[in-house]
């Protein structure tokens, strides 16, 4: 039980996603300007990500690998997570025409998040067992869902502060992000 809570605190905190890897950078930036569109959207790729990786396991763990089509992978990989998500775009515009509405273009583009791929391949290249795979696929959606909302925090303050003319918008959200990264980093070896 303890390493399965080391995992998770380190894949959620301390070798965070966006932050040591740099993977999912596009929603990580898009939607972060709004702290409800930040919620909306880290639900969405837990939910993405957390389902996605137990399906895409199976298939590689029961399919896959028995039939010796492990080159098969990504393309299979890929389908199951574009499926995924075309369910919960659905179901958003369902639920919640709103946040459907302010997640835009961001909300399909997770079919293409890198981090949705790279937690099922991970998962595999890893050598994880269910209980890990289970873990590590809730704790890198969890902290990228911690670190998009915490980011899109400070933006909502950074647009009402002073910041000079050229560091308006993006230059000083990406600044930001590099502060996160570099205090982030200093976890690093806590696990």
């Known amino acids: 039980m303890g390493e399965l809570f080391a995992l998770f605190l380190s894949a959620s905190i301390i070798n965070n996603i966006i932050l040591t890897r740099f993977l999912g950078m596009c929603p990580f930036m898009g939607v972060s300007k709004k702290s409800d569109s930040a919620l909306g959207m880290g639900a969405a790729v837990i939910f993405v990500i957390f389902v996605s990786s137990i ?38 515009k369902k639920t919640s025409p709103s946040l459907y509405k302010s997640l835009g273009i961001y909300l399909p583009l997770i079919t293409t998040n890198c981090a949705v791929l790279g937690v099922a391949l991970e998962n595999i290249s890893y050598g994880y067992n269910w209980a890990e795979m289970m873990t590590y696929s809730l704790a890198v959606p969890a902290g990228f869902a911690l670190v998009l909302y915490v980011f899109s925090t400070i933006r909502e303050r950074l647009d009402i502060a002073n910041t000079p003319k050229a560091f308006k918008g993006n230059p000083i959200a990406l600044i930001v992000a590099g502060l996160m990264a570099i205090a982030f980093s200093g976890l690093a070896g806590l696990v």
């Open 55 to 92: 399906v895409t396991y199976a298939i590689y763990q029961f399919i896959l690998w028995p039939l010796n089509l492990t080159y098969m992978d990504l393309i299979v990989f890929i389908l199951v997570i574009a499926a995924f998500v075309q369910l919960v775009e659905m179901f958003i």
